[in-house]
């Protein structure tokens, strides 16, 4: 079964059509990525994945269940599609502690033993556990891209949307963030859809990706075209 099934996916802001007929499929436990320029709709479409972006048209099921455009997330759907950001600043309320960051979504859901549950979310990131008392701006953007993550793990999602998770970061945190994702994929059995513009964190971390240009999806690669770097092409 597919994770997500994408087909003839459009979105259009006013008059411009910026995702015009994207269609792809991210099988179970897989890494599916999307390469293209900026502004050729990789935010867009996963913003529409994770339920953000409710006006789109064409079709998408999630975990073989048809979501209609309009749809308000709630529920397992809710908790099954998270999303992280492609900036790790914007992302975190400022005024928030990061327990009250990581407390909430599990009392929205009515998790129990929430301080057992986020400092066992703080640790999972490599975080100490009395980070919880700081805020956003007394972290590094490495820490807060930790944090954003446990964030999106606390409620144990099929699928992670993962937007640039690591292009804010310099290359030695970034290669611990990504080392530290796929750490975590192997733990929970998840799924990811990686949005990156570099090349290498494609080949490292993709099962398959594509290619995306003006909103449309040129190409797909599979891990053996990968591997010879054929998405490096263009
Ligand atoms: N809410 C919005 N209203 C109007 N236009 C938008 C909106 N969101 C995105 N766009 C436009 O849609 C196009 C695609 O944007 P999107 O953010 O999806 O690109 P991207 O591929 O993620 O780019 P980048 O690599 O820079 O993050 C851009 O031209 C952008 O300006
Ligand atoms: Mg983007």
Redesign the pocket.
């Given at each position: 079964m597919s994770i997500v099934n994408l087909a003839q996916l459009q979105v259009t802001?006013?008059e411009?059509t910026?995702v015009k007929g994207a269609s792809l499929r991210v099988e179970e436990g897989e890494t599916f990525s999307l390469i293209?320029?900026?502004?050729?709709?990789?935010?867009?479409?996963l913003r529409v994945l994770a339920g953000l972006q409710r006006e789109w048209q064409g079709q998408l099921s999630l975990f073989g269940q048809p979501v209609k455009a309009g749809t308000r997330y709630q529920g397992a759907l809710r908790r099954n599609v998270q999303m992280v950001f492609?900036d790790p600043y914007a992302s975190l309320h400022p005024n928030h502690t990061l327990w009250r960051t990581l407390a909430e979504p599990l009392k929205i859901h009515g998790e129990p033993e929430i301080d057992q549950q986020v400092a066992t979310a703080l640790e999972q990131v490599g975080l100490p556990v009395d980070a919880a008392r700081r805020y956003p701006h007394q972290l590094s953007g490495g820490q807060r891209q930790r944090v954003a993550i446990a964030r999106a793990l606390l409620l144990r999602p099929k699928i992670l949307l993962l937007d640039?998770p690591t292009s804010a970061l310099d290359m030695s945190v970034q290669a611990e963030i990504l080392n530290l994702l796929n750490r975590l994929k192997q733990q929970h059995g998840m799924s990811y859809l990686l949005?990156s513009?570099d090349a290498d964190v494609i080949a490292h971390m993709s099962d398959r990706a594509a290619s995306m240009a003006n909103g449309v999806i040129e190409r797909f690669f599979d891990r053996s075209a990968l591997v010879r770097g054929e998405h490096r092409m263009g």
């Open positions: 802001f006013g411009k910026v293209g320029a900026s502004g050729c709709g990789k935010s867009t479409l492609q640039e949005v513009h």
